[in-house]
Structure formats: C-alpha cells, structure tokens
C-alpha cells in the first residue's frame, strides 16, 4: 500500500512554505534597522542566559508580548550597539517583505479539494494573528488552525503536533502528511508517526507532495 493509500490529512506549517522565505523578511528587519541579524540572534541569546528563558520562543508561546519582546531585545542589543535601538517597526518591515506563495497555496486548495483533511500548524506571535490570516484564505482552506500563540507550545515540541491531530478529530499521526521549511521540526513530526516533506523550494517540495497524496 502505497502512502498515497494510507494519508488522509494534510497538515501544513505557515511561513516559509505558504509564504516567501522568512530569511527574506528578516533581511529586511536588517536593512531598515541596520542591525546584522547575528547581532540580533546572540543578543536573544544573551537574554535567554539572564533569563532561563528564550524570549523568541516565549514570544510564540504567547507568554511575552510582542511589546515586552521588543523592550528584552532592545535592552540586549545595547551593549552591542552601544544605543538601545528604536524596534518599534519590526512587524511593519517584516510583514512588508513577506508575500504568499500562490503555487503551494493552490496545491493545499487541490489536497482539500481531493478530499483531504485540511490543518495549518504555525509557531506565530500572538499580535500578528490578524496580518498573517489577511495573506491567504485559510479557512476557506484549513479545517483546523493551531498556532503556537495561543496554545502555548511550539514546534518542535511534541504536544503541539498532539494538540493538532486532536483538533483535527483525533486522527491517527500515520494518516498525516505534515510539510514545514523547518528540518527539526520534519524530524518530530516523523517521530510521532507522520509522514513529512521539508520544504525547501517550490520545485523539490511540490513534487514530493504530490507523489505522497497521490495527486
């Protein structure tokens, strides 16, 4: 029996994959702000030191606003920059340069289409729901929506993938296609039992999902 016999439900990450590269928005962020996003990660990295707790991570969980992940991140960066950084633009930059990918937007439309069951799983900010939603049309297309904001786990920790298959009723982990450009995030969605395809561009991943629906 081949995989195309056997998955039922597609489970799709948001960014990166229904969307542009990330890596493009966040080159963005540093443009407009000239801050090397280097500078960026390891002054994260040196908040979550002082902390125990990563303040991106938080953020996508929903237990930092983004108004006190902006504060953390610019209070990080003055020792580098040796000014604390206005960042209060970050989502207008990032959001700018960020577009849809109509390509695996319509491929989701045919899986549902083809009757499949449809979930998009997104490590996201909590503020950014409304941007991010007004991009696509995703209830037209996802049956369920679980995002890290509000469920208060990210990928790629277990209990949001469990979190995801039971919102979509319970459905079995070996039925589920799951497709994230995240690699790690591939890798726990295979532990639990999915099927996964690490999206990296249009022309290897489309392919892919196609052979594993049978489409």
């Excluded at 953020?59 to 902006?70: A, P």
């Excluded at 799951?178 to 639990?192: G, Q, T, Y």
Aim: proline fraction near 6%; hydrophobic fraction near 40%; glycine fraction near 8%.
């Amino acid at each position: 029996m081949s995989a195309a016999d056997t998955i039922t439900t597609v489970i799709s990450d948001f960014g990166g994959v229904l969307t542009t590269p990330l890596v493009q928005s966040f080159a963005a962020v540093q443009d407009e702000t000239g801050i090397p996003f280097e500078k960026i990660a390891r002054a994260m990295g040196r908040s979550e030191e002082a902390d125990g707790k990563h303040p991106l991570y938080e953020l996508e969980k929903g237990r930092l606003s983004e108004v006190d992940f902006l504060a953390k991140l610019g209070e990080a960066l003055e020792p580098a920059l040796g000014h604390r950084p206005a960042l209060h633009r970050f989502r207008e930059i990032y959001f700018d340069a960020l577009h849809p990918n109509p390509q695996m937007i319509n491929l989701m439309r045919e899986a549902k289409d083809g009757g499949h069951r449809m979930g998009m799983l997104t490590n996201n900010v909590r503020e950014w729901e409304p941007l991010w939603r007004s991009m696509l049309p995703v209830d037209e297309i996802f049956d369920v929506v679980v995002d890290s904001g509000f469920v208060g786990c990210r990928k790629p920790e277990p209990e949001i993938y469990e979190i995801t298959l039971e919102r979509l009723g319970d459905v079995p982990a070996e039925e589920c296609l799951f497709i994230d450009d995240v690699d790690v995030n591939c890798a726990a969605a295979r532990e639990l039992g999915m099927s996964a395809v690490h999206y990296q561009h249009n022309d290897q991943a489309i392919p892919e999902i196609r052979e594993t629906l049978g489409l």
